[in-house]
């Protein structure tokens, strides 16, 4: 975290929190993108999540929200093949055709609470880890 660092210069209640290996410190470090980037890490969050679907034929238009307890880094459109058992591949097509919608970008990873849509006519294949 600090590398090649004068102690003096180092705040007192950071100093205080490192030498008693506070663990909210390390939950904050971990939640830091800056320093997991600057220290090479990354965070195996598979099998950290699931999609139920239920496999049932969409009807209606579906609204999904997904709501995380910690800010854990997904794929939205990983999420949504592994749920409906189809490929990225479809779901990208389906992205692009508008039968999956959202207000946020779904393409890249989302870390924060987001919802998407699914078109009518959908068939779902399985339920995901």
Request: charged share 25%; net charge positive.
């Amino acid at each position: 975290m600090l590398e090649r660092v004068n102690v003096r210069s180092v705040r007192p209640e950071l100093l205080n929190r490192l030498h008693e290996n506070d663990p909210g410190l390390a939950a904050e470090l971990l939640a830091d993108p800056t320093v997991l980037r600057r220290n090479h890490v990354a965070l195996d969050w598979g099998g950290a999540w699931r999609l139920d679907t239920g496999g049932s034929v969409l009807g209606d238009p579906l609204e999904v929200s997904v709501h995380f307890a910690a800010r854990i880094p997904v794929r939205p459109v990983r999420l949504i093949a592994e749920g409906c058992g189809l490929s990225r591949a479809e779901v990208e097509s389906l992205l692009a055709e508008g039968k999956v919608v959202s207000a946020v970008r779904l393409s890249g990873k989302v870390s924060g609470d987001f919802t998407f849509t699914l078109g009518p006519g959908l068939k779902t294949r399985r339920v995901a880890r």
